[in-house]
C-alpha cells in the first residue's frame, strides 16, 4: 500500500501543478501555461512507470514507446520554458522546433524498431534486458536504448548549462522592470534550474540500479520516488511565483505610438524627469506593489525605454531601487508616526509586495535587519526631540 502511494505522489504532484498553473490568472502568465503544459509529460512518465512497477505486465508494454519518446522531450521543453522567462515572449513551433528535432527522429525510430520486433520477442527483453536479442530487431532495440539514455543524459548537461547562461545573462534585468524585490528575485529561477537536475540525477540512478533490483527493494522506491514527488512540487510552486527574468515588451507609449514631446522650455531628458517625480510624489504610484516600469510608462504618457533611460543617467539606480527609495521615505515616516502597525501592514502600506520584500529591500539598503533598521529610526527621532 505504501509503495503504491509513493509511486503515484508523482502523479498526482504534476496533476496538481498542471492543473493550478494553467488556471493562474496571474499577469505574465504565458511561462506559467506552458509550465502547465510541460507537467503533462512527468504527468504521463510516472503513470508508465507505475504501470511497470505496480505491476501490470498486459498493459505497460503498450506504453514503453510513449514513455521513451516522453523522456527525450522533457529537457529540451523544460529549456523552451527558461526561454520563455528570458528571451522569448511567447511558444512558437517555428522557433523552437530545433530544440526538439532530434528527440523526435530517435524517438520515432525507437518506436519504428518497437513495431517490427516480435510481440513476445518484445516483452520478454522489456521486463528483462539480460535476455539475449533472439532477433536483429531486439538487438536493435538494446542499442537504440543506449542512444535514448545517451542522449538524454547530453541533454541534462546542454539544458541545466544553457538554463545558467540565460539566467546569468538576464537576471539584472528584471531590476529595470518591475518594483517589487519579489518580482525581480532570480533564486527561484536558479533553484528551478537545479530541482530539474536533482529529479534527473534520481532518476539517472534508478536506471544504473536496474528495474530487477527496485522491483524487490521497496525501500530503494520510496526514497527515490520522494525524490521525484518534492522536485516536481518545488517546480510547480517556484514556477508558480517565478515571473519573466526579461519581460517582453515593445517600447511604445500606451497608445502605440512613439513620444512625442510637448513644446516647453525643459529638454525632453528634464521634462520627463519631472514627470516621473511628480508621479511618484504627488500621486504616490509607489504603494502599488506590482507596479512595473510598463505600468508607471503608461501613466505618464512615454514608454519603458524613455523612463529607464532617465533614470539610470540622473539616478544611477535601476527602476525597482528608484521606486523603492519613495518606499522607504513612507516606511521611515510609519515607522515614526504610526508604530503600532504589525509588520505586515508597514509592508502593506509602503507598497512592498511582502513582509519579505520589506525585510529584503532594507537590508540591501542600509546592511541592517528590519528589527535594527527600526531601532535606529526611533532612536534618531529621540535625539532629534
Not at 45 to 51: A, P, Q
Not at 73 to 98: A, G, N, Q
Not at 361 to 374: E, H, M, P, Q, S
Amino acid at each position: 500500500m505504501i509503495r503504491t502511494i509513493f509511486l503515484l505522489s508523482p502523479i498526482f504532484v504534476s496533476l496538481f501543478w498542471s492543473v493550478s498553473l494553467m488556471g493562474s490568472n496571474k499577469r505574465y502568465g504565458t511561462p506559467r501555461r506552458f509550465l502547465a503544459w510541460f507537467m503533462l509529460v512527468p504527468l504521463f512518465l510516472f503513470t508508465s512507470h507505475f504501470l511497470f512497477f505496480a505491476p501490470y505486465p498486459d498493459i505497460f508494454p503498450y506504453f514503453e514507446f510513449p514513455l521513451a519518446f516522453a523522456g527525450l522531450l522533457v529537457f529540451p521543453l523544460y529549456h523552451i520554458y527558461f526561454r520563455l522567462l528570458t528571451v522569448d515572449e511567447k511558444f512558437s513551433l517555428k522557433s523552437h522546433i530545433w530544440f526538439l528535432i532530434i528527440p523526435v527522429v530517435i524517438g520515432l525510430i525507437y518506436g519504428i524498431a518497437i513495431l517490427i520486433t516480435p510481440m513476445n520477442e518484445f516483452k520478454a527483453w522489456l521486463f528483462d534486458e539480460t535476455v539475449l536479442p533472439a532477433s536483429l530487431s531486439v538487438h536493435f532495440l538494446q542499442v537504440m536504448r543506449k542512444v535514448i539514455r545517451l542522449t538524454v543524459l547530453i541533454q541534462l548537461i546542454v539544458t541545466v548549462v544553457s538554463n545558467s547562461l540565460l539566467i546569468n545573462k538576464y537576471r539584472d534585468k528584471a531590476e529595470q522592470f518591475y518594483s517589487n524585490l519579489n518580482d525581480t528575485k532570480h533564486w527561484n529561477s536558479i533553484i528551478l534550474n537545479y530541482s530539474i537536475l536533482v529529479m534527473s540525477l534520481a532518476s539517472f540512478a534508478a536506471l544504473a540500479l536496474g528495474r530487477p533490483i527496485l522491483m524487490q527493494n521497496d525501500v530503494l522506491v520510496l526514497v527515490i520516488w520522494s525524490v521525484f514527488s518534492i522536485s516536481l512540487y518545488l517546480i510547480g510552486l517556484l514556477g508558480m511565483r517565478q515571473n519573466p527574468i526579461n519581460p517582453a515588451y515593445d517600447a511604445v507609449t500606451s497608445s502605440g505610438k512613439p513620444q512625442r514631446w510637448v513644446e516647453t522650455s525643459l529638454t525632453p531628458m528634464e521634462h520627463l524627469t519631472d514627470r516621473i517625480i511628480a508621479e511618484l510624489e504627488v500621486n504616490k504610484v509607489y504603494l502599488n506593489s506590482e507596479l512595473s516600469i510598463v505600468d508607471f510608462a503608461k501613466t505618464i504618457g512615454s514608454n519603458r525605454t524613455y523612463i529607464s533611460a532617465v533614470i539610470n543617467q540622473n539616478f544611477n539606480q535601476n527602476f525597482c531601487a528608484f521606486v523603492n527609495t519613495f518606499r522607504f521615505r513612507e516606511l521611515e515616516k510609519n515607522i515614526v508616526e504610526n508604530p503600532e502597525y504589525s509588520i505586515e501592514k508597514m509592508a502593506e502600506t509602503c507598497g512592498f509586495g511582502s513582509v519579505n520584500s520589506m525585510k529584503r529591500a532594507v537590508t540591501i539598503k542600509t546592511g541592517l535587519a528590519f528589527n535594527d533598521y527600526r531601532s535606529q529610526i526611533f532612536g534618531e527621532k529621540q535625539t532629534s526631540a
